[in-house]
């Protein structure tokens, strides 16, 4: 599968569930013209996130903005140097089903707060094991759809 990933030009590869631990042969992983960055669970099986960057774009990791999420989460941010264009966030989360929702949004609030106030563009991708289809949406979904809604919403005036 990553190679056939390497036929492409994304600018990004953003997977979750990775499945890597400590024991994991990274290099076996790495594709041509990309820059691999992950996190892995260490605790137990399952979980895990990775983000491949295409090598000609300058990037740094944000330790600050994962450090967040720690307790709730798997996850990988780096912050794109984008000239006069402004920076951009990207953000890789694996939210594992058996944490606590409400603590997950707390948390995920503190992170993008963060980016909200250097007036950055943010870009999500993962796998919140959210039910957002569910036509009864729980009231821990609604907190999350109003986050993300908060955060990423136009602001019309």
């Known amino acids: 599968m990553l190679d056939s990933l390497g036929d492409f030009s ?3 590869i ?9 024991t994991t042969f990274h290099d076996l992983y790495n594709i041509d013209g990309y820059n691999f960055i992950h996190n892995d ?3 137990r099986r399952g979980g895990g996130v990775a983000l491949y ?5 300058k990037y740094v990791i944000r330790d600050d903005l994962s450090r967040h999420l720690t307790n709730d989460a ?3 941010f780096i912050e794109i140097q984008n000239g006069n264009k402004g920076n951009v966030i990207i953000g890789v ?18 992170c993008l707060h963060v980016i909200c106030n250097e007036h950055k563009d943010c870009f999500l991708a993962g796998d919140f094991n959210i039910d957002l289809w569910n036509d009864v949406p729980c009231s821990n979904t609604q907190l999350f759809v ?3 809604s908060s955060f990423f919403s136009p602001n019309y005036s």
């Open 10 to 12: 994304f600018s990004f």
């Open 14 to 22: 953003a997977i979750s569930e990775t499945w890597f631990n400590t």
């Open 41 to 43: 669970r260490i605790d």
């Open 53 to 57: 960057i295409k090598s000609n774009i």
């Open 74 to 76: 798997e996850t990988v």
């Open 93 to 110: 989360i694996y939210r594992p089903p058996d944490n606590q929702m409400a603590s997950f949004n707390n948390s995920l609030c503190s």
């Open 146 to 148: 109003d986050t993300l």
